[in-house]
C-alpha cells in the first residue's frame, strides 16, 4: 500500500502564486508518472501536469507559461509550483501516482485532494 500526503493548498489572490506538495510513501520501490489532476465545481476532472520519470512533462493548455510541475525522487515528491493564478484555477488539486512498489506490483494512487482558491 503507498500513501500520497497533499499540501500547499490555500487561498490566494489573483496573480499570487502556490506551490504543492505530494509525498509518496509506503512500499514504493520506485515511482513512475506523477501528476497533478484538478476538479472545479460543477466541472470534470482534468489533468493539469505530468512528469514521467525520466523527467517529460506535459500540461494542460490552460496553465502553460504558469505552471510547471517537477519531482524529487529522493524525497519521492511531486511539486507543481503554480504562478499567476486566476480565478479560473480555483479546484480541488488531485495528485496522482504510478507506483511500483517493493512486491513488483504495480498500482495507482491518488491523494486526497488541496483545495486552492484564486479570489481577491
Known amino acids: 500500500q503507498v500513501q500520497l500526503v497533499e499540501s500547499g493548498g490555500g487561498l490566494v489572490q489573483p496573480g499570487g502564486s502556490l506551490r504543492l506538495s505530494c509525498a509518496a510513501s509506503?512500499?514504493?520501490?520506485?515511482?513512475?508518472?506523477m501528476g497533478w489532476y484538478r476538479q472545479a465545481p460543477g466541472k470534470q476532472r482534468e489533468l493539469v501536469a505530468a512528469i514521467t520519470g525520466g523527467g517529460a512533462t506535459n500540461y494542460a493548455d490552460s496553465v502553460k507559461g504558469r505552471c510547471a510541475i517537477s519531482r524529487d525522487n529522493a524525497k519521492n515528491t511531486v511539486y507543481l509550483q503554480m504562478n499567476s493564478l486566476k480565478s479560473e484555477d480555483t479546484a480541488v488539486y488531485y495528485c496522482k501516482v504510478s507506483v511500483r512498489e517493493v512486491s513488483g506490483r504495480w498500482g495507482e494512487y491518488w491523494g486526497q485532494g488541496t483545495q486552492v482558491t484564486v479570489s481577491s
Open positions: 509506503g512500499s514504493i520501490f520506485r515511482l513512475n508518472v
